[in-house]
């Protein structure tokens, strides 16, 4: 939660100036996926810390970190679409969730308003994104912004500011978060496992976050090749797989293939499963005729094979040895 991300120094220090003498309302702007929702709970956090470090970022072991930590800060509100809130689930109703921030979540706010802050003064509402209010909802923060309560700070994140009421951008400061230097994101996503930095960061609009999202997408789809081929071994096209597989990184082929070789080992040694749960049916079938020796020598042959994926020349020809000894292991 401390972290910032590696483009945000500048960003940082900007707001670190700021809250000297902090406004009334901040507006976020900036495009897409650049971090800047995590920048404004990041900068919420280190305002309501009790010891700051010299660079402004939260202690994480005071009692307002902690409460920060557990969503359960007095004098913090985080106000967003459920539709955020919930990650993309169903809500309990089995509604789908609204997209909207409604009047009722910005009157929610009256009582917190109204009261004064538990710890030191400060207090930190985001709203997030801000574009999600619909008018009613906008007029009703209008008011809280025209006469802020002492200590107060309101912070919108939007990268629609266009879609703000005029008078909601009146009130705010803006503060523009530029896009990410290409050096600091292309290392940031290769830290984060993305295997080519710089064509997600393109494919991507030059947004940092979604080039990670898109990443995993673009891994699962393979995952799940290779995943409905293994179940079916005595099925399995060997050199079509290899092919379809060989842009991807040997190293997750093999760590997928690993974790689908946990599960048979486990399966067959406790009946429990950890990667491939739902799978227990095919799996069970799958380990029946083997023997608990083959499965373990397998995981020994995988651990090697990881280890030679770092400097494979022809990762087609990787492949197809990885999944021809994967059949035998299997079919014995
Ligand atoms: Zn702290």
Same mark, same amino acid.
């Given at each position: ?5 590696? *483009?945000?120094? +500048? ?29 404004? /709970? ?24 902690? *409460? ?8 913090? #509100?985080?106000?967003?679409? &459920? ?9 309990? @109703? ?20 109204? /009261? ?8 930190? %509402? ?9 008018? +009613?909802?906008? +007029? ?6 025209? &006469? ?8 919108? %994140? ?11 951008? @009146? ?10 230097? /290409? ?16 064509? $997600?960061? $393109?494919? @991507? ?6 080039? %990670? ?6 891994? @699962? ?9 293994? #179940? ?20 997750? %082929?093999?760590? *997928? ?9 486990? /399966? ?39 280890? &030679?994926?770092?400097?494979?020349? +022809? ?18």
């Amino acid at each position: 939660m401390k972290e910032i991300y590696p *483009w945000q120094k +500048n960003d940082w220090a900007r707001l670190q100036e700021l809250s000297k003498r902090p406004p009334h309302a901040l507006l976020f702007k900036g495009a897409k996926g650049i971090g800047k929702f995590d920048l404004a /709970m990041n900068f919420a956090l280190s305002l309501l810390c009790q010891q700051p470090d010299e660079s402004g970022f939260a202690c994480g072991k005071c009692s307002s970190c902690h *409460w920060f930590e557990q969503d359960s800060h007095p004098d913090f #509100r985080l106000l967003q679409s &459920e539709l955020l809130s919930l990650d993309g689930e169903e809500s309990d @109703s089995g509604k789908k969730p609204s997209k909207q921030i409604s009047v009722d979540q910005i009157r929610g706010l009256a009582d917190f308003i109204g /009261m004064s802050a538990h710890q030191g003064g400060r207090r930190v %509402v985001i709203i997030h994104p801000a574009e999600a209010m619909n008018t +009613n909802a906008a +007029n009703a923060l209008l008011k809280n912004l025209e &006469e802020p309560p002492q200590g107060l700070l309101f912070i919108l %994140v939007s990268h629609k500011p266009q879609q703000l009421l005029p008078t909601i951008l @009146s009130r705010c400061l803006s503060f523009t978060l530029p896009a990410p230097d /290409m050096e600091s994101a292309t290392q940031w996503l290769a830290g984060q496992g993305v295997k080519n930095p710089v064509e $997600a960061l $393109a494919a @991507s609009g030059f947004s940092p976050l979604q080039a %990670v999202q898109l990443d995993e997408k673009l891994g @699962s789809e393979e995952r799940d090749k290779l995943l409905r081929a293994v #179940r079916q071994p005595a099925a399995l096209d060997v050199f079509a797989l290899a092919e379809a597989l060989q842009k991807t990184e040997q190293a997750l %082929v093999v760590q *997928w293939l690993q974790q689908w070789c946990y599960d048979l080992s486990s /399966m067959k040694l406790s009946g429990k499963l950890r990667y491939h749960i739902g799978e227990e049916a095919t799996i069970k079938k799958l380990v029946e005729p083997l023997a608990p020796l083959s499965l373990a020598l397998l995981q020994k042959h995988l651990q090697m094979a990881k280890r &030679e994926a770092q400097h494979t020349l +022809n990762p087609k020809l990787f492949l197809e040895s990885l999944l021809f000894s994967y059949c035998q292991f299997v079919q014995k």
